[in-house]
């Protein structure tokens, strides 16, 4: 399979360049595309049995409509995209190959694939699918297969989730108007990592989570259930229900609310 040439759009930036190096520190003749530079698509899809779109979120659709239909029976048609369910939905309408949808859980600062969550969905063809989880097994991933839409649940909760409560709390701290000193004397160590994960989700990429919240269908499910939670909080916090709070701090993920 080592001649298998591979070819990703997006790999001039961000997590495709970053699966650029892996595949080819696996061996495999890598190349890729951006608006800008890199290989043309037409051309890209002519000498690459792997085709992977890695391109934002809100692009993905139109490039995967533009590259779909160049590839042939045999050949394999990926995307990395944070999201599930409409990728893998676009590639099996524009294309005859084979599709696999792809959602590495980690970022371009990880160091190495060993350990990292890796979730794949299957859209058409079983031999591709099976290279690509042997090869990312291989790596040391931890591959998950599951459908797009079980996918796209599950991040709602634990990525949009996350996103959304750091995004609060940020948006909560601008509002108070606290100067950086101010906070820097009044800091735990608690609320320094907070801090960290904050200026990481306001300073980079802001597109990218911007698109994992808005364009996730389940987040709305996600957001009754924050709303519900946190006005419960707020009526056991304000009526001074000390004991009632202690009861859920002592095991948030079992406690069930007893409301009103
Ligand atoms: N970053 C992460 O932590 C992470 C993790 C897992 C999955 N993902 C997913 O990976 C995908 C890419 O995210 P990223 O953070 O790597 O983005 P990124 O750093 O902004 O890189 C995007 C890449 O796509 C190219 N590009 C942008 N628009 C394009 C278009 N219309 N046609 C062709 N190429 C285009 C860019 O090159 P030019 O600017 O030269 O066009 C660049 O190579 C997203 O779907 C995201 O959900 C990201």
Request: contains cysteine; aromatic residues 6%; glycine residues 10%.
């Amino acid at each position: 399979m080592k001649d298998i040439e591979i070819g990703i759009i997006g790999g001039t930036g961000g997590i495709g360049r970053w699966f650029a190096s892996f595949f080819a520190a696996a061996g495999y003749p890598v190349h890729v595309a951006g608006r800008h530079e890199g290989m043309p698509l037409p051309r890209l899809a002519e000498r690459c049995r792997v085709v992977i779109v890695s391109v934002p979120i809100t692009a993905t659709p139109a490039v995967i409509r533009q590259v779909g239909p160049l590839l042939s029976a045999d050949s394999l048609l990926m995307d990395f995209t944070s999201l599930k369910a409409e990728p893998v939905r676009e590639m099996m309408a524009s294309t005859g190959a084979e599709v696999v949808g792809c959602h590495p859980l980690f970022g371009p600062d990880c160091p190495s694939l060993a350990g990292q969550n890796l979730i794949l969905c299957p859209g058409r063809g079983d031999v591709w699918l099976g290279r690509m989880q042997a090869l990312f097994a291989k790596g040391g991933a931890r591959v998950t297969v599951t459908t797009p839409e079980e996918h796209d649940r599950l991040m709602a909760l634990t990525q949009g989730l996350t996103h959304l409560d750091t995004l609060l709390m940020g948006l909560a701290l601008r509002e108070a108007g606290l100067d950086a000193a101010t906070l820097d004397a009044f800091s735990t160590p608690i609320f320094r990592t907070k801090q960290a994960i904050i200026g990481k989700v306001f300073g980079s990429s802001p597109d990218l989570y911007a698109a994992i919240l808005a364009q996730n269908p389940e987040m709305e499910r996600v957001l009754d259930r924050y709303e519900k939670n946190l006005a419960l909080l707020k009526r056991l916090i304000v009526g001074k229900d000390a004991a009632g709070l202690a009861v859920l701090i002592k095991n948030p993920f079992d406690s069930r609310p007893k409301s009103g």
